[in-house]
């Protein structure tokens, strides 16, 4: 069965500053994954993926996370973040079947973004 | 387009009574998924759909949760006896199921408090 770690509970960034959230996942093979982003009282919002091919996926609002087959990892980073970023980030994998076909995803337990100014 | 909807947003039951929660996916979207998120945990998958066919359904937690997909489109989560551990936010999530885009698109969620 596949497992995702997100190892920092909470990160505190200044407004302005770079951003490199982290993410690990334990698969027998390549997954799909994906980085979700949520606000409170809200659903998640996808805000990149990775299915194949090149492995540095741009995403939504800046945001870009690169694929490193070798360390199991697929860290998200934004270059300058917003006050707007402050949220719940969750990294997730998906579990990739030979007929092309998907599964329920397996989610970590997510990166709580806080700004300051 | 419309994304994901779901109703009641908000649902409070006392304990042992039985709930509904209802999903609406993104037109045309083949599969349809169920989770459920504890306070400061991240989702946990419940149940997957495609079109009417429950394929799986190894994340219910106990023979109390039922869910179900009669025309392939909306879909209903049904707690039986509602426990107070139960209290959670549920997310529904749909996707094309077809080709390679694999991508879960979420709804907003219900969150059950269970008194």
């Known amino acids: 069965a596949q497992s995702v770690t997100q190892p920092d509970i909470h990160i505190t960034v200044s407004e302005g500053a770079s951003l490199e959230l982290r993410c690990n996942y334990s698969?027998?093979?390549?997954?799909?994954l994906f980085w979700y982003v949520q606000s409170p009282g809200q659903g998640l919002q996808l805000l990149l993926k990775y299915f194949s091919g090149d492995t540095l996926v741009q995403g939504i609002k800046g945001f870009e996370a690169e694929f490193k087959r070798s360390q199991s990892s697929f860290n998200l980073r934004k270059p300058s973040v917003h006050w707007s970023d402050a949220a719940e980030y969750f990294c997730a994998v998906g579990a990739r079947y030979s007929g092309g076909g998907a599964d329920g995803l397996t989610f970590g337990k997510g990166t709580h973004l806080i700004i300051q100014p | 387009g419309a994304g994901v909807s779901q109703s009641p947003r908000y649902k409070v039951a006392k304990r042992g009574q039985d709930v509904a929660l209802r999903c609406d996916p993104i037109?045309?979207?083949?599969?349809l998924f169920w989770y459920q998120q504890a306070l400061g945990q991240g989702p946990e998958f419940l149940t997957y759909?495609?079109?009417?066919?429950?394929?799986?359904k190894s994340g219910l937690p106990s023979d109390r949760f039922f869910a179900e997909r009669p025309e392939g489109s909306v879909s209903t989560l049904k707690i039986q006896r509602t426990q107070q551990e139960d209290s959670a936010v549920y997310l529904c999530a749909s996707s094309l199921g077809r080709g390679n885009d694999h991508t879960q698109y979420f709804g907003p969620g219900t969150r059950l408090t269970v008194l």
């Open positions: 037109s045309g979207h083949v599969s």
């Open positions: 698969y027998g093979a390549t997954p799909y």
């Open positions: 759909f495609q079109n009417e066919a429950q394929l799986d």
